[in-house]
């Protein structure tokens, strides 16, 4: 079975945020005093997700990304993937993190064998570091990356969001760490959401940040077969072997090719980052109802916009949709 919406999209990965909590504060995430916390009660339970996984991987589904918040501070998380890994062996799992608690849990998801390891780090320095997520250790972050490449996890990339002002003047340095300890560095557009206001100021368009890698010219396209339904366009440096990739959203959007949607940790499915309208699931996942889960799911894909320009951005901080 395929997942195509209506603009013949094919829609094989899906987002899945298994809890709004999180152990940092990031600003450009959530404000500074927090956001009004989800009940655990009105998550969607471990056998749930198993049950909403196991019926998007029959629509079609090749890959799932578990998100947060930040999902490795949800009790029981690591064995619920260790159960998603083993019951769908065919279905490519991956994992996005701040990095904080990768020390503890590096070994553990080394041996369950994640198909790939996002995690986010928007400075190498430690007092910009703690500003930016308002109470994060910049070193536990960068221990619990070393862990994860010492523990066999072959498919690490660190995604970094340029921000005007703050480390826009720092892209060189990141770089070098990157091509020290052979994570693939992703560039990303800053993507103010909350409250729908966007800020000019703190904006840097991917030309520009490309332009501040490329001053010698040694960057060439580069091809990882990722970016034909992704969002990132890569990079490669013949000299060093080393790539990166530049990620647009908001620029040079990857509308035309999306593959993706989000479901929510209650169970809410969004077909585009940027629309209001969400389809709440959880009455067929709750009542194991798979026939209704499916004709739900396939409404909202057919309701996918063409482009995000088409619709009206919502009110949700970027912690209570998974990113």
């Given at each position: 079975?395929?997942?195509?919406?209506?603009?013949?999209?094919?829609?094989?990965?899906?987002?899945?945020?298994?809890?709004?909590?999180?152990?940092?504060?990031?600003?450009?995430?959530?404000?500074?005093?927090?956001?009004?916390?989800?009940?655990?009660?009105?998550?969607?339970?471990?056998?749930?997700?198993?049950?909403?996984?196991?019926?998007?991987?029959?629509?079609?589904?090749?890959?799932?990304?578990?998100?947060?918040?930040?999902?490795?501070?949800?009790?029981?998380?690591?064995?619920?993937?260790?159960?998603?890994?083993?019951?769908?062996?065919?279905?490519?799992?991956?994992?996005?993190?701040?990095?904080?608690?990768?020390?503890?849990?590096?070994?553990?998801?080394?041996?369950?064998?994640?198909?790939?390891?996002?995690?986010?780090?928007?400075?190498?320095?430690?007092?910009?570091?703690?500003?930016?997520?308002?109470?994060?250790?910049?070193?536990?972050?960068?221990?619990?990356?070393?862990?994860?490449?010492?523990?066999?996890?072959?498919?690490?990339?660190?995604?970094?969001?340029?921000?005007?002002?703050?480390?826009?003047?720092?892209?060189?340095?990141?770089?070098?760490?990157?091509?020290?300890?052979?994570?693939?560095?992703?560039?990303?557009?800053?993507?103010?959401?909350?409250?729908?206001v966007w800020s000019k100021e703190s904006f840097v368009p991917a030309e520009e940040i490309l332009s501040k890698v490329n001053r010698g010219g040694r960057w060439v396209p580069f091809?990882?077969?990722?970016?034909?339904?992704?969002?990132?366009?890569?990079?490669?440096?013949?000299?060093?072997?080393?790539?990166?990739?530049?990620?647009?959203?908001?620029?040079?959007?990857?509308?035309?090719?999306?593959?993706?949607?989000?479901?929510?940790?209650?169970?809410?499915?969004?077909?585009?980052?940027?629309?209001?309208?969400?389809?709440?699931?959880?009455?067929?996942?709750?009542?194991?109802?798979?026939?209704?889960?499916?004709?739900?799911?396939?409404?909202?894909?057919?309701?996918?916009?063409r482009c995000w320009e088409d619709v009206a951005t919502g009110d949700l901080h970027m912690s209570q949709i998974g990113g």
């Open positions: 079975m395929a997942l195509t919406d209506r603009y013949k999209r094919k829609i094989d990965y899906v987002r899945i945020s298994v809890t709004d909590r999180c152990n940092f504060r990031c600003r450009y995430c959530m404000p500074e005093e927090g956001i009004p916390l989800l009940d655990h009660r009105d998550l969607l339970t471990y056998e749930e997700l198993s049950f909403l996984c196991d019926t998007l991987h029959r629509m079609g589904v090749r890959k799932v990304r578990f998100t947060g918040g930040e999902p490795l501070v949800r009790r029981g998380f690591l064995g619920f993937l260790r159960g998603i890994r083993d019951s769908m062996p065919n279905l490519k799992v991956a994992l996005t993190t701040n990095g904080a608690l990768l020390d503890l849990y590096a070994r553990e998801i080394g041996e369950i064998g994640i198909s790939g390891l996002n995690v986010s780090l928007d400075t190498i320095q430690e007092d910009k570091f703690r500003y930016v997520t308002r109470n994060g250790e910049l070193k536990r972050v960068l221990d619990g990356l070393r862990a994860s490449r010492e523990v066999g996890i072959r498919s690490i990339k660190v995604n970094t969001v340029i921000i005007r002002g703050f480390n826009d003047d720092e892209i060189g340095d990141i770089l070098a760490f990157c091509q020290e300890n052979d994570y693939l560095l992703r560039l990303i557009e800053f993507m103010p959401m909350d409250d729908g091809s990882t077969g990722e970016e034909v339904a992704g969002p990132a366009r890569y990079y490669w440096d013949p000299e060093t072997g080393q790539r990166i990739g530049v990620i647009s959203a908001v620029s040079s959007h990857f509308c035309a090719w999306c593959n993706r949607v989000r479901v929510s940790a209650t169970g809410k499915m969004r077909a585009c980052l940027f629309a209001k309208e969400e389809t709440d699931l959880r009455r067929f996942i709750s009542s194991g109802d798979r026939e209704g889960l499916m004709a739900s799911i396939v409404d909202t894909v057919n309701s996918k916009p």
